[in-house]
């Protein structure tokens, strides 16, 4: 790494921070010939393939999607055949491509062809029969059934139809059901085994529920079928890795660090980090991802200890993406660091041989980005707190305006990574500050369910005594602090404004929530009956009335009226999570009242802006908001 500049960096233009990749998604073919990423074609990011030793220029196109970028494909057990993942517009209603290796130019195919409002999740090739892989749909609108698909034909078989929207097998390496997961009507999350000759149930283990409150995860079918793989809490405040025996119910510690949790970012959504790694030639889980001031990776596995011992002289990053041949002596890894985002290597444990692949962005200088350092303080009642501050380089750290940036979920967290939004705000002068807030994942079981009832109430107490920390000390000016968030995060900088109106000078809603009663009512069918433990338990549930009440006290809309605060808004279209009437409800009531308020609406995106254009468009806006009232 260079070192820190001196003297405040070069403008650096927000085209560089939010274009797509040069480079990014690598990953390595089952037999180790050739090598997979994702680079710029007409407009947007497509799949290229290309030998491990050739270069770029030798690199094919082998997608042609010029609508939408493709973030996340598959390798097949088959040379011939790739498979890719795309929605429409950001609508989340996912198919499964694939594309023929030895005819790249030809058209791709929709291996499952959905009616509109249904979707795909995951594709596992099937070891038990080749040329096949595993996806689960809901065809049947409520239920995501588990589906066989023979790639090269497209013939699509039923292999486990889901007897309940609340539960689902899980089924070992040969597609058998061996586990089932299910939510019991009181929230706890039940794990029974399935028996291969019958089908019936033998309970095994029942675990709490709002302490998972976006499901159990991981649920990992040991590769000989006789365990199963969860995160648990067990007599523990931190997050483990545990094995439940299917024969004897026994539980066994896989993997835990103390005073640290299992990181489940992974299931949130593609490109975050997994929560496990696992073994390309054995399916067992060769190392777990654990919270930290910088990610942890624990490594189970001898001969992974060797490659990741070798993988660290790589880089002084964190190891993101990991990928090998059948063999596991050739890998494809990808680092995470705050200024030095998805270097990615090639690296082969036979020979000793490494060379660096690609950096996704190489015109940035680490040099001219910003630090992102981990920071503590305590909460108004006590809870400890964990978050990251981000200051300009080059400038002296004291009484800068300060933007409070907000995570989404509520369950999820932030983490020490490269953010082009906080590199963003920082190359402008400002200094940035991210707080693990009550509710967000990955600091405990205490810390997540402390956020019970406490949205507009402690949630939001934790962020003001986080922009009151950073005043005290002394890196932030009181005058000058802006509140900016996406999804729960744009409902929190909405909370901001109406709940305490005088403390934020400018602020920036992005895909947020503004009435908690109806977001809940406009979410997809299918996704009701699993939010026992989110939701409904953390804030409550529409249908009664009295709960239905108390969540319109805590919306911003009923508060609407004690906005005076400098507003953005940003919605797309196509949102089937906050649906375009959150945003449209708050503009329009702003507007009645003749209080000036700028509404972004890009008709081609749905739960946050994926177009490269879209982003600029977005990021100039938030540029000049927050120079005119920071």
Not at 181 to 194: K, N, P, Q, Y
Request: proline share 8%.
């Amino acid at each position: 790494m260079t070192t820190q500049l001196a003297d405040p960096p070069r403008r650096i233009d927000a085209e560089e921070f939010f274009a797509d990749p040069v480079f990014a998604g690598a990953s390595i073919s089952p037999d180790g010939t050739r090598l997979a990423y994702l680079a710029p074609m007409h407009g947007r990011t497509n799949v290229w393939i290309r030998g491990i030793d050739q270069r770029h220029e030798d690199a094919v196109c082998v997608t042609h999607d010029a609508r939408r970028g493709i973030h996340t494909y598959h390798w097949t057990d088959d040379p011939r055949w790739l498979l890719y993942e795309q929605d429409t517009d950001g609508n989340e209603d996912w198919h499964l491509y694939r594309v023929d290796l030895d005819a790249p130019d030809e058209p791709a195919v929709d291996l499952t062809p959905l009616p509109p409002g249904s979707r795909m999740l995951g594709a596992e090739p099937m070891k038990s029969v080749p040329g096949s892989v595993l996806v689960s749909m809901n065809r049947r609108p409520m239920f995501f059934d588990l589906f066989r698909i023979d790639v090269a034909t497209g013939e699509t078989t039923t292999l486990l139809e889901q007897p309940d929207p609340k539960g689902g097998y899980l089924v070992d390496r040969e597609a058998r059901p061996a586990f089932y997961s299910a939510l019991a009507d009181d929230g706890t999350h039940e794990f029974h085994a399935v028996d291969p000759d019958t089908g019936d149930l033998r309970f095994l283990r029942r675990q709490g529920g709002p302490e998972h409150p976006v499901g159990v995860h991981p649920q990992l079918v040991t590769p000989d079928g006789q365990g199963l793989l969860v995160g648990a809490y067990q007599d523990s405040d931190d997050l483990r890795l545990v094995r439940i025996d299917r024969t004897t119910g026994e539980e066994t510690v896989v993997a835990a660090v103390d005073g640290h949790s299992l990181c489940t970012l992974g299931p949130v959504g593609p490109g975050l980090p997994p929560t496990v790694f696992t073994s390309k030639r054995t399916g067992e889980v060769i190392a777990a991802r654990f919270v930290g001031d910088r990610p942890i990776i624990e490594v189970l596995d001898p001969h992974f200890a060797e490659v990741h011992a070798a993988l660290s002289e790589l880089s002084d990053g964190v190891l993101g993406s990991v990928s090998s041949d059948e063999s596991e002596q050739r890998w494809v890894v990808s680092f995470i660091h705050d200024r030095e985002p998805g270097a990615t290597w090639f690296y082969d444990h036979g020979t000793g041989e490494s060379r660096l692949l690609f950096r996704p962005y190489p015109e940035l200088d680490p040099a001219e980005l910003a630090p992102m350092t981990p920071v503590h303080f305590p909460a108004r009642d006590g809870l400890p707190l964990h978050g990251f501050l981000t200051l300009p380089v080059g400038v002296e750290p004291e009484r800068l305006p300060l933007v409070l940036l907000v995570h989404g979920g509520p369950w999820a967290h932030d983490t020490w990574s490269y953010d082009p939004s906080v590199q963003f705000l920082a190359n402008r002068g400002y200094a940035v500050l991210q707080v693990n807030f009550r509710g967000s994942t990955g600091y405990g079981k205490r810390h997540l369910t402390s956020a019970i009832g406490e949205l507009a109430g402690k949630m939001h107490d934790d962020l003001i005594d986080a922009a009151d920390w950073a005043v005290e000390q002394g890196c932030a000016h009181r005058d000058r602090i802006g509140v900016f968030g996406g999804s729960y995060g744009g409902y929190a900088a909405l909370v901001g404004i109406t709940v305490t109106p005088d403390r934020f000078a400018a602020a920036v809603d992005y895909v947020g929530i503004s009435n908690l009663a109806n977001f809940m009512r406009t979410l997809p069918p299918f996704v009701r009956p699993h939010m026992a433990n989110n939701w409904y338990r953390y804030v409550g549930d529409p249908a009664d009335p009295a709960q239905e009440a108390d969540m319109l006290a805590r919306s911003p809309i009923a508060m609407v009226d004690q906005i005076r605060t400098p507003l953005l808004v940003a919605q797309g279209a196509n949102d089937v999570r906050v649906v375009q009437e959150e945003s449209d409800n708050i503009v329009e009531s702003l507007r009645a009242r003749g209080v000036p308020v700028e509404y972004l609406v890009a008709e081609d995106e749905g739960h946050g802006f994926a177009n490269p254009e879209n982003q600029f468009r977005l990021y100039r806006a938030i540029e000049r908001h927050f120079a005119e009232h920071l």
